[in-house]
């Protein structure tokens, strides 16, 4: 079966809609109002080898925060519907990933039990209409949406585009690597039977 999903979510701050493919080819067409989260969502596609749409309409003129943190919402509930019941996935997955001057690194467990880890110094400085420090609160919703563990490092960095940049691309490979299906195993990886 194909693992792909559609969520919607309409709220008085936004209206999103996010279609994910997990066994795509890395390509996304994103438009949430906010270009550098576009961009590093594009990233997290690319490296993640995930299809991705998102379209998000937000009330940007009171900031980022609704946009960003709804978004990682809709994107963590179409992991969870599209990985199913979970059975053959590797479950575990973690990343390196280097930017010039900046090192990030992702680990996820697809454990069924939400939790978010954060481990740089926020605020980040802001890019355009995106503030740094919404990476935490998208992070944290993606995490409580999608039922998954996320530790996220920036363990060195100095120019913020790439620090975020980094940051969202280990993400991305973590996820890619965590979702892999091992061939021959039907199995739900976890002794509890269940994820």
């Not at 996304?28 to 080898?49: C, I, K, N, Q, Y």
């Not at 946009?67 to 509930?77: I, M, P």
């Not at 609160?137 to 363990?155: K, M, P, Q, W, Y």
């Amino acid at each position: 079966m194909p693992r792909t999903s559609e969520v919607s979510r309409k709220t008085k701050e936004t209206d999103i809609r996010v279609r994910l493919s997990l066994d795509g080819t890395g390509a996304s067409a994103v438009t949430t109002g906010v270009g550098f989260f576009d961009h590093m969502l594009e990233s997290l596609s690319r490296h993640g080898g995930f299809d991705l749409e998102v379209e998000a309409r937000g009330d940007l003129q009171t900031g980022d925060h609704h946009t960003v943190e709804d978004v990682g919402l809709c994107l963590g509930e179409a992991f969870r519907k599209a990985l199913g019941d979970k059975r053959g996935i590797v479950r575990f997955g973690w990343a390196y990933c280097p930017m010039d001057e900046a090192l990030a690194r992702a680990v996820v467990d697809l454990s069924g039990r939400p939790h978010a880890e954060c481990g740089f110094d926020a605020p980040f400085s802001d890019i355009g209409n995106f503030r740094g420090d919404s990476v935490i609160e998208f992070c944290r919703a993606l995490s409580n949406a999608g039922a998954f563990t996320v530790h996220l490092d920036l363990i060195r960095g100095g120019n913020i585009h790439h620090s975020l940049e980094a940051l969202f691309k280990a993400l991305g490979l973590a996820l890619r690597q965590a979702v892999t299906v091992r061939p021959g195993d039907a199995a739900v990886p976890s002794t509890k039977g269940t994820l």
